[in-house]
């Protein structure tokens, strides 16, 4: 059994790899087993794997697309190792990053997953919106960072260089024991992408399982991923998938009113973006989101049972019981430091 594995799930990412790849390489090798594995990619990425890094890197090769969650499923099953490293494509890895991850991970026996501090490659004093320094959830689901909230974006000046708990840890760098991994279930091959990685932190801390940030790491992130921002099937997994979440997720006791106002910011988000912003894709992926849920929810129905039979912690402390778009809109508090502590 190896110590560490970092695996790469990429898919059709050749341009990625040819320039992020070495850096993982040279800064992890002698600390971990680097896997890539392949989503059934159609461009050069397994010509460029075999030619290029036959010697360095392992490679996973599956037999079709199946998305984030399900191929990092289908992938992590192949692998044996004490701590998986789930890695994006587009990180560029910074010397001796790996060392506080793994320090800290032994050093806790509580904790189930982590992540280093995730910084952005085109601005490095910045923060990167996909997971900050560690990511939180409002009452409604909205998820958020330190150093990150909705579209505003902190600059890094250490105000969050501490070691600290959090709900979600970022699935472009996410460090989590193979046993908690499996225990809690993976992730949920059915999200497709977008979310999941919230999905599977948000069960292993039900499950009393911790989850941290350890900014003694920190990797640098390209970003936006396969789909841009605006792309309305990122707006329709988003919203899909989240919804999923908290159906799966919340306490009984906050199941309806819960879903109730979601209804309601729901919609109200889709004619924002169609009024105010003209976006028809966007206003369309909304609905169909809320349809697809409406669709597949009794799906998930063994799913929330196992759950909440699961649960150890009533109330998921990193989950905080106020409106992220009140606080946002309303109170104008667009950094983490200026929210609520409670």
């Not at 159609?42 to 984030?68: A, M, P, Q």
């Not at 050093?107 to 939180?136: I, M, T, W």
């Not at 606080?327 to 609520?340: C, D, E, F, N």
Request: some cysteine; charged content about 30%.
């Amino acid at each position: 059994m190896d110590k560490v594995a970092i695996v790469i799930l990429n898919w059709n990412g050749a341009k990625m790899l040819q320039q992020y790849l070495p850096s993982v390489l040279r800064y992890s090798r002698d600390e971990a087993t680097v896997i890539v594995a392949d989503n059934a990619s159609t461009d050069i990425s397994l010509e460029l794997l075999y030619t290029h890094f036959r010697e360095d890197c392992r490679v996973i090769e599956l037999e079709k697309n199946w998305g984030f969650a399900e191929g990092y499923n289908k992938a992590l099953s192949k692998v044996d190792a004490e701590y998986y490293l789930l890695l994006n494509s587009d990180i560029e890895v910074t010397h001796h990053w790996l060392t506080p991850l793994i320090e800290f991970m032994d050093a806790h026996d509580d904790v189930a997953a982590c992540q280093p501090k995730l910084l952005s490659v085109s601005d490095k004093d910045s923060f990167e919106y996909a997971g900050a320094c560690g990511g939180f959830l409002d009452r409604y689901g909205y998820p958020f960072c330190r150093g990150r909230l909705f579209e505003t974006v902190e600059s890094d000046k250490g105000q969050y260089d501490v070691t600290s708990d959090v709900l979600w840890a970022t699935g472009a760098a996410l460090m989590i024991r193979s046993k908690d991994y499996w225990d809690a279930g993976g992730l949920d091959g059915r999200f497709f992408a977008h979310n999941e990685e919230i999905d599977l932190c948000w069960r292993l801390r039900i499950r009393g399982r911790r989850v941290c940030c350890v900014p003694d790491s920190f990797v640098y992130h390209v970003g936006g991923g396969t789909l841009p921002k605006s792309n309305p099937m990122k707006t329709y997994l988003n919203f899909r998938n989240n919804l999923t979440m908290l159906y799966k997720c919340l306490p009984d006791e906050e199941l309806k009113p819960v879903m109730r106002m979601r209804w309601f910011l729901d919609y109200l988000a889709a004619w924002e973006m169609l009024l105010l912003k003209r976006n028809w894709g966007d206003f369309r992926a909304v609905y169909r989101a809320r349809r697809a849920f409406k669709r597949w929810r009794k799906d998930f129905d063994t799913d929330r049972e196992v759950i909440q039979r699961s649960r150890v912690l009533p109330f998921v402390p990193e989950r905080r019981p106020f409106s992220l778009l009140w606080q946002y809109y309303v109170k104008g508090r667009k950094t983490y430091s200026a929210l609520p502590s409670k």
